[in-house]
């Protein structure tokens, strides 16, 4: 389900982004010739009025062609002034960062989503159920007496504020005698019990027994847009040292995928929608439908950063191009901004193919 979710969810980012740019493009009068999904070999494609609807083999990105973008288009005469390059910079503006906008839009509103409609679910430190030891024997908690309802309080004498603390004092004490306090029907009860042990990831650790409960917090509107906002502002910075660290590290990701050290891969590595899939199962294991939205929402945020990047073709790119028109006057002859295009696309592309390598290797 996390994986679905995440696909989904991503595909529909994709086509919210488009839609941004041509809602923005529409309503400042520019004229919008294609709006597309995906990328390649045409699939599927309708046409509505001046606009040509459809849907392309690789479902990698999209696009949509407005009229007087590129400088090398013909525009015919009947279509002055309903051009990119002959609308004004506010305009322009409008229209390149509608799309990264649409991501943090997104992002914040998921998040509220999660805050104050769905819930944040934290895990107590009240026992809902008694489990067996691995080879199916009774559990330490069994065999001490340990109830459906009893609240862990402390651990020989150390309180515990959340099921985290219980699980880290436990673990460590493999085969060990301790003292567990619990509270149960208002009075503090002591069990003395020796914990079992069991082996994860070939290390051992300590047993007791027990399944934790959990609880679901809502926030309200007004605390739950806020904690959205802050959300946002986390993941935007999270985000963009993460794309950091990409560029980056990229000579190290080289060596990685020619056999030299991996250990890049420990510290930052780029996903495909493989590595994308197999992270919305995780999350969804780890949390629920909380954690994959949440891991949507950084996945909006990290591709509106990577959209907002100053160069060319991206978003950001034509937002400095329309910036350094305004600001000078004069008109940037793209043509040389060609070289840097094909660097950049060449760039990301191959940095798109290290993901896939990855994660099938």
Do not use: C
């Not at 994860?200 to 509107?221: I, M, P, S």
């Not at 995928?257 to 590595?269: I, K, S, T």
């Amino acid at each position: 389900m996390g994986a679905v979710v995440l696909l989904i969810g991503i595909f529909m980012m994709i086509l919210l982004h488009e839609a941004a740019h041509f809602a923005a493009a529409k309503s400042v009068g520019m004229k919008v010739s294609e709006f597309f999904v995906g990328f390649g070999p045409r699939i599927w494609s309708t046409q509505r009025g001046e606009t040509e609807y459809g849907v392309k083999a690789v479902p990698l990105g999209g696009y949509v062609r407005i009229l007087g973008m590129s400088m090398f288009e013909e525009i015919a005469p009947e279509e002055q002034g309903r051009t990119y390059r002959d609308k004004p910079f506010w305009a322009k503006s409008l229209v390149v960062l509608a799309g990264p906008a649409s991501h943090f839009v997104v992002a914040f509103l998921i998040f509220f989503v999660v805050f104050a409609v769905v819930g944040v679910t934290t895990p107590t430190t009240t026992v809902v159920d008694l489990t067996t030891n691995p080879d199916g024997s009774a559990s330490p908690a069994q065999l001490a007496g340990v109830q459906v309802g009893d609240r862990l309080v402390s651990v020989d004498g150390e309180e515990l504020e959340t099921w985290g603390d219980f699980v880290e004092a436990v673990q460590g004490r493999p085969g060990e005698t301790v003292t567990v306090t619990v509270e149960r029907d208002g009075a503090l009860v002591p069990i003395t019990v020796t914990l079992a042990s069991r082996v994860v990831n070939g290390v051992e650790t300590g047993y007791f027994g027990v399944a934790r409960g959990e609880e679901v917090e809502r926030e309200g509107v007004i605390s739950g847009a806020g904690h959205a906002v802050s959300e946002v502002a986390f993941v935007t910075k999270a985000s963009a040292q993460g794309l950091w660290e990409l560029v980056r590290g990229f000579p190290r990701l080289l060596g990685a995928a020619v056999g030299q050290d991996d250990g890049v891969l420990d510290e930052v590595r780029p996903l495909s929608p493989i590595g994308v899939a197999q992270l919305g199962q995780a999350a969804q294991r780890a949390g629920g439908l909380v954690n994959t939205l949440g891991i949507l929402a950084l996945v909006n945020v990290f591709v509106a950063l990577f959209n907002l990047l100053p160069v060319y073709p991206f978003d950001g790119g034509h937002f400095v191009v329309a910036a350094w028109e305004k600001v000078t006057g004069s008109e940037v002859d793209q043509r040389k901004l060609v070289p840097v295009a094909a660097l950049v696309v060449f760039f990301f592309i191959t940095l798109g193919l290290l993901g896939f390598y990855f994660d099938l290797v």
